[in-house]
């Protein structure tokens, strides 16, 4: 029997069709995973005349924020179904509109359905479209702390955009922090916190270290002017390197780059990517917003239920400290979760890998605390 073989030509055309199909079919679920959750609306709050803790006054602070959902309102008109969501340093509420952390969060019948939940994700002060240094003050913007951010995000929820009362705060990294001090500062605000790669103390020991390298090579870096840069002083370089070290699992590193090349070549991608879109005063004015944290003498005050989640190959927040877990018992309803080092994790940033902590959110949401 004959064999019937296909001409190279018609070969050709059906390989480029089938190429052209599995693109469209690609771009199609892409385009289902992104609709998977409602569009966000976005939006500013501007306050006037915003006193700082440290004296300072800046006559309009603007926070921008993301919002999802709708609102379901209680018979005084405010917002009773809120869900707050704290993103890290130098970070922005957009951070959360992606397909590993939206995308299996925010859908129809997923733990945090924006059909059920009205959730809030700001920028938080000197990040992303809030006011920050690089708006034009530079160096002479307000030294900010922790606890302004966490007053103007208060404000913003409660004042502008009328909760009553939020269901739960999840809080990562920076946002972690602030969760913490949001329970202490309004206890009967919210049901539940949690709060996602922190430690509940003072910001110290190998934490502080790096945190105050990565602020001396701007400060000290003649390039920088005292804030009166005319460029990117090499001084920001040198400190996003220093932060992409201390971030990431050192396991994961040796596997992603195995070698001495192929090592340099990710570290520069990296920077320069985020070296797009960082500017040297907000990036040291993030850093040093860390300096007055510590919200363990008032882990008593806080009355909303905590589940706390930390991962063990976190570098900047090590397991072997034992602050966790010494902690967590002064708090009146709180629990610990430790997630082992494996092949999911990913060091510092492990709580965008919500398939290793989104089970804790029912629980959480479930809660009825301060009413």
Same mark, same amino acid.
């Given at each position: 029997m004959k064999t019937m073989t296909?001409?190279?030509? @018609? /070969?050709?055309?059906?390989?480029?069709?089938?190429?052209?199909?599995?693109?469209?079919? @690609?771009?199609?679920?892409? *385009?289902? =995973?992104?609709a998977s959750y409602p569009a966000p609306a976005e939006g500013d709050y501007v306050m006037r005349d915003f006193a700082f803790a440290s004296g300072e006054v800046l006559p309009e602070l603007k926070l921008h924020y993301l919002a999802l959902?709708?609102?379901?309102?209680?018979?005084?008109? #405010?917002?009773?179904n809120a869900v707050l969501v704290l993103h890290g340093t130098g970070g922005r509420g957009s951070a959360f509109l992606t397909e590993q952390f939206a995308g299996t969060l925010f859908g129809p019948g997923q733990p945090l359905d924006a059909q059920r939940y009205y959730l809030i994700l700001p920028d938080a002060i000197g990040t992303g479209k809030s006011s920050k240094p690089s708006d034009g003050l530079r160096a002479r913007f307000p030294r900010y702390t922790y606890e302004d951010m966490v007053k103007a995000q208060y404000r913003l929820v409660q004042e502008h955009l009328r909760v009553g009362h939020l269901r739960l705060i999840i809080g990562t990294s920076m946002g972690c922090m602030h969760a913490w001090l949001w329970g202490e500062a309004y206890p009967d605000f919210m049901d539940a916190l949690l709060p996602m790669a922190c430690l509940p103390v003072a910001i110290a020991g190998r934490n502080r270290l =790096?945190? /105050?390298? #990565? #602020?001396?090579? *701007?400060?000290?870096d003649p390039e920088y002017r005292n804030g009166d840069y005319e460029k990117q002083p090499r001084g920001l370089f040198i400190a996003l390197e220093m932060n992409f070290i201390a971030t990431a699992s050192a396991e994961k590193l040796q596997r992603r780059a195995p070698t001495a090349q192929a090592t340099d070549k990710l570290m520069e991608e990296a920077v320069r990517e985020r070296l797009a879109t960082i500017d040297a005063n907000d990036y040291l004015f993030q850093w040093d917003s860390s300096r007055t944290y510590d919200p363990s003498p008032g882990l008593e005050k806080i009355r909303a239920k905590v589940v706390a989640i930390n991962?063990?190959?976190? +570098?900047?927040?090590?397991? +072997?400290l034992g602050v966790m877990e010494r902690e967590i018992g002064r708090v009146r309803d709180g629990r610990y979760i430790l997630i082992p080092a494996g092949e999911k994790t990913i060091g510092h940033r492990t709580f965008y890998v919500t398939e290793l902590w989104k089970s804790v959110l029912p629980e959480l949401l479930e809660t009825r605390v301060g009413r």
């Open positions: 296909m001409p190279s030509t @018609l /070969r050709n055309h059906v390989r480029r069709w089938l190429t052209l199909l599995v693109a469209c079919l @690609l771009s199609c679920l892409r *385009i289902a =995973q992104a959902g709708s609102p379901v309102r209680d018979e005084t008109g #405010m917002v009773t =790096q945190r /105050r390298l #990565m #602020m001396d090579a *701007i400060r000290n991962s063990a190959d976190d +570098e900047v927040n090590p397991p +072997e």
